[in-house]
């Protein structure tokens, strides 16, 4: 079908620009609900009068995406996993990064500090937040009861979404059963259990994931699912380990992505999961290696599946802080694969104060390309200076390429001195600039009547840079006897 266009969502709306949905216009609420800034429901019209019900439920389809997008979980922590429209990111762009869930057995002592020390992971990186999305409560002990106290407790310590993993359908939704309110995902929906699996989502209204490692008998659960009555679906086509299976694995959930997004098929048309998890029950893990180089294997399986934009996966490892490294890894990667192609990476341009800096503290000078500007700061603070961080606007672009293209100018940097008051607030007149900038020290002294210092090339070098170099009574002597 492909991607609609504004025009062909205007045509279906009411066009009386009331703006009860917040936009000026009908038109630009059609740019937004193609941008997934606002919804269907967002547009009053279209949901409270019943002659409109038509045009209503056929926005809903012109606008849903190939491969539905489904909600796991409730409240601030609840995440959506799928509802992508493009098979490879430089196409558009990926909307929803893939949902990291750690597994937890139901018999494991721990089960709350850990679930606790996941919930409350915070890693902030580059102006980011990176966060572990939910928990997997796997059925280890076999028992009803003790899956169902275990789901309990779990959802009283963490907000965390849930997934209840348990081959047995009795089991699972003995499990779901005690908190249903919180929308679980159930694991799984097998070619034995589905009809009973798919029940229960039904009265619930819950998500489940249907699992086959036979992509036909996949689709013919899909299939079976939808037309008992089940809306929200996860495809698992299983996530194998051993000679000739991560080929196998990644080629099965390319099939699947290809066969939502390019083909249409309404059968694949969901997220699709990988469980690299599956790691710990499929290889021999007492062959005398070292617990890291496990899950080492572990994360290259996730690394693999996130950069082929699966929607969600279960780990094993990460879930202590002696195994941050691992969520590191993927947390990192999926902030990558995840970024917005079609938005500059760049921040505002202005004076930013770092610390509680006085009139004779330092300002430097940088770019407004993000990755440029956000490692800086965090190495001014790290180097414990308190500074002004002269942050010019470059058009987003970093500081040796920008120097080359003339962004990053003398004249660039003057203007931004004057236009940010930056001389206003210091009783000196000095500037450090960037050492891949020094080309510029001479220039700029003339054009923001300033005395230019260069300083290290590399931000990391700015705490020996301070200890060593900033001297800026000196400095401001030779300017005063400059001027003379
Ligand atoms: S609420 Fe609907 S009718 Fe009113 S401006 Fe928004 S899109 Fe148009």
């Known amino acids: ?22 936009r000026d216009t009908c038109m630009a609420f059609s740019t937004d609900l193609l941008e997934r800034k606002v919804t269907v429901q967002d547009c009053t019209h279209l949901m409270q009068d019943p002659k409109q019900a038509t045009k209503r439920d ?12 489904i909600i796991v979980g409730v ?26 869930f750690i597994e937890i057995a139901d018999d494991d002592p721990d089960l709350e500090t850990t679930a606790k020390y996941l919930s409350d992971l915070v890693v902030e990186r580059m102006g980011d937040v990176l966060r572990v999305n939910g928990i997997a409560l796997r059925c280890v002990s076999g028992d009803a009861e003790q899956f169902k106290l275990a789901a309990k ?68 659960l899909s299939a079976s699912l939808q037309k008992l009555g089940v809306k929200d679906i996860v ?21 699947l992505r290809v066969a939502a997004i390019d083909k249409e098929d309404t059968n694949a048309g969901f997220p699709v999961m990988g469980v690299p998890a599956a790691y710990w029950s499929q290889v021999d893990t007492n062959d005398g290696k070292e617990l890291w ?30 195994e941050i490294w691992a969520l590191l890894a993927i947390m990192t990667l999926r902030q990558s694969i995840f970024s917005d192609p079609r938005i500059y990476p760049s921040v505002d341009a202005g004076i930013y104060e770092i610390g509680e800096p006085n009139d004779m503290s330092p300002i430097f000078v940088t770019s407004n390309y993000r990755l440029t500007k956000i490692p800086v700061e965090i190495d001014i603070k790290g180097a414990n200076v308190n500074a002004y961080l002269l942050v010019v606007d470059s058009e987003g672009i970093g500081i040796e390429s920008a120097v080359a293209g003339g962004q990053f100018s003398a004249g660039a940097i003057a203007e931004a001195v004057k ?6 607030k210091v009783k000196h007149r000095i500037l450090i600039i960037p050492g891949m900038a020094a080309r510029l020290s001479g220039a700029l002294e003339d054009e923001a009547d300033a005395y230019v210092v260069v300083g290290p090339r590399d931000s990391s070098g700015i705490g020996k840079y301070m200890k060593e170099q900033w001297k800026p009574e000196e400095f401001m002597k030779i300017y005063k006897e400059m001027k003379e």
């Open 1 to 22: 079908m492909g991607r609609p266009s504004p025009l062909e969502i205007y045509a279906l709306l009411d066009k009386s620009n009331c703006q009860d949905c917040g």
């Open 58 to 69: 056929k926005l809903i389809a012109l606008v849903a995406p190939p491969q539905k997008a």
């Open 75 to 100: 409240g601030d922590r609840k995440c959506i996993v799928g509802g992508e429209e493009v098979l490879n990111r430089h196409q558009l762009t990926y909307y929803n990064e893939t949902a990291i």
């Open 153 to 220: 407790r779990l959802s009283e310590v963490s907000p965390l979404p849930i997934m209840l993993a348990c081959m047995n359908p009795e089991i699972l939704l003995a499990g779901a059963e005690g908190i249903k309110q919180l929308r679980p995902l159930l694991y799984a929906a097998t070619k034995a259990s589905w009809e009973q699996v798919g029940k229960f989502a039904i009265q619930n209204n819950l998500p489940l994931v249907a699992v086959s490692n036979n992509l036909d008998e996949l689709m013919s």
């Open 235 to 255: 495809l698992d086509a299983m996530t194998v380990f051993g000679p000739g299976n991560l080929a196998l694995t990644y080629d099965n959930i390319m099939q």
């Open 293 to 322: 180089e496990h899950q080492y294997q572990e994360i290259i399986m996730a690394a693999i599946m996130e950069s082929i934009d699966t929607s969600l996966l279960v780990l094993h490892s990460g879930k202590t802080k002696e």
């Open 419 to 424: 236009e940010f008051g930056v001389f206003d």
